[in-house]
């Protein structure tokens, strides 16, 4: 099925008549609810306009677990999601989402999306935290959107995951920090930096390192994970070195599941 998916992509890029509408029909971009119902991993979402001025408030648990957004990294939610989904459904938080993106959207239309979402969720859950876990190339767009979350009263921690947030190509990208025509082409440039994160908003990127995550390969003299870049006053965290690059995903979502995860979470946020 993912084979025809990504074959059914292939050709509507290749015509030039790939849009968002397209992407959002496919179920492969927009906002998802995850109940934990589902037999299957498809059926566990369910597609939600959380943008739209007329949609009330989602509901949350009664839990002192945070709501978890999840964000993936460029290929989808792969088997990497496959796995950790089920696992965190099953631990219960207030409420899970995903942000599905598609690397042929504009990178500024992709982060906007994202602090929007996870500004509404803010606005209808004051009382409780909002942990989003962004894999991969998904915490490069969650860096870029960290900077305009309102948060108001809630605290909200972006943790990245094996992301590459120098870049993976040492191509220069636009000099004034503007998008390229697609998300794609701004992840295969050097990526300069990011804005400081918007008040109540706390970054910590958790790195890992080539050669298990072969994404962290340097190119020349680029270092996808240069620690040297992130967003201002966010973490720079080491995982441990043996991870790979889907492997980590599973290891921070297991480490929140057993409550160990206090270390990535406790920093105090920026108060502006």
Not at 115 to 127: H, I, T
Not at 218 to 235: R, T
Request: glycine share 10%; hydrophobic share 45%; proline share 8%.
């Amino acid at each position: 099925m993912r084979r025809l998916i990504c074959i059914s992509l292939a050709a509507l890029l290749a015509s030039g008549c790939f849009t968002r509408t397209i992407a959002e029909k496919m179920g492969v971009s927009g906002w998802f609810r995850c109940d934990g119902e589902g037999k299957t991993y498809k059926s566990r979402f369910t597609g939600l306009d959380l943008l739209s001025p007329g949609l009330a408030c989602p509901s949350v648990r009664d839990t002192d677990k945070p709501i978890v957004v999840l964000v993936h990294g460029v290929g989808g939610d792969g088997p990497e999601m496959e796995e950790v989904v089920p696992k965190l459904a099953a631990w219960g938080p207030a409420a899970l989402y995903m942000l599905r993106w598609v690397p042929y959207d504009d990178r500024d239309a992709i982060s906007a999306r994202i602090a929007k979402g996870v500004s509404r969720l803010a606005e209808c859950a004051p009382d409780r935290q909002i942990v989003v876990i962004a894999h991969s190339a998904g915490g490069v767009v969650t860096s870029l959107a960290a900077a305009q979350i309102v948060a108001g009263p809630t605290l909200i921690h972006v943790l990245t995951v094996a992301s590459p947030l120098a870049g993976t190509v040492r191509r220069a990208g636009n000099p004034d920090g503007s998008q390229e025509a697609t998300m794609m082409l701004d992840l295969g440039t050097r990526i300069a930096g990011y804005p400081p994160a918007a008040a109540n908003v706390h970054v910590a990127h958790l790195r890992t390192h080539a050669p298990a995550d072969h994404i962290m390969v340097p190119s020349g003299d680029l270092l996808p994970n240069d620690p040297k870049i992130g967003v201002p006053n966010g973490e720079q965290l080491e995982l441990p070195g043996e991870l790979s690059h889907s492997g980590a995903l599973g290891y921070v979502v297991d480490e929140l599941i057993a409550g160990r995860a206090a270390g990535w979470l406790n920093a105090k946020p920026p108060d502006r």
